[in-house]
């Protein structure tokens, strides 16, 4: 089974290239993001849980999210693997994930990082932000605190999928395509 963790910062194309891996590699999605749509709009007790927190203001615990997505893994275990698309966003996270796949006899293939410059992501955030209505997009302020969050919060990951030899790094400036033959090479010779 494949498990693949899609990593990279805000505008790096993880969406594109995800949509593109689901595909070719048949595997399911895992979004944090969509999981919590998921649990709060059918009213699961992850969901009330996890809601709970949010109208607190505080950040939803990191035993919910695993929650969340072992609930998805167990409804997929006959798949061909898994693409975890930006998540973990923490070295906890990563722990805890690492810690609930071994239960069900699954481990982390490989992280995949698109390493794009920084100006060319506000590039292509600004561009995207013309079609995507996103606000956080239009805003330079707020663009400057999601790299800055991003290289804080999120690439001591990288480091620890680097520590168990699973960490791939790919240019992610270039043709959508191109960029994406770079990754297959990589993940073929992980399958």
Avoid: W
Wanted: proline letters at 3%.
């Amino acid at each position: 089974m494949l498990n693949l963790v899609l990593f990279g910062p805000p505008g790096a194309g993880k969406g594109t290239q995800s949509e593109n891996l689901i595909k070719k590699y048949q595997l399911t999605h895992i979004s944090t993001g969509d999981l919590f749509r998921k649990h709060l709009g059918e009213g699961t007790e992850l969901g009330k849980l996890a809601q709970k927190y949010m109208d607190q203001g505080n950040l939803v615990p990191d035993d919910v999210v695993i929650g969340m997505v072992e609930d998805k893994i167990k409804d997929h275990l006959d798949g061909k693997g898994f693409i975890f698309d930006g998540f973990p966003r923490t070295v906890a996270q990563a722990e805890s994930l690492d810690k609930m796949l071994s239960e069900h006899g699954l481990s982390i293939s490989l992280m995949v990082s698109l390493e794009v410059p920084e100006d060319e992501l506000r590039t292509r955030i600004k561009e995207r932000a013309k079609t995507s209505g996103r606000v956080d997009d239009q805003d330079d302020d707020k663009i400057t605190n999601r790299i800055q969050v991003y290289q804080k919060e999120t690439t001591p990951v990288a480091a620890y999928y680097k520590d168990q030899s699973k960490f791939h790094g790919i240019h992610g400036v270039g043709t959508i395509s191109g960029i994406f033959d770079k990754i297959c090479s990589v993940v073929d010779t992980h399958k």
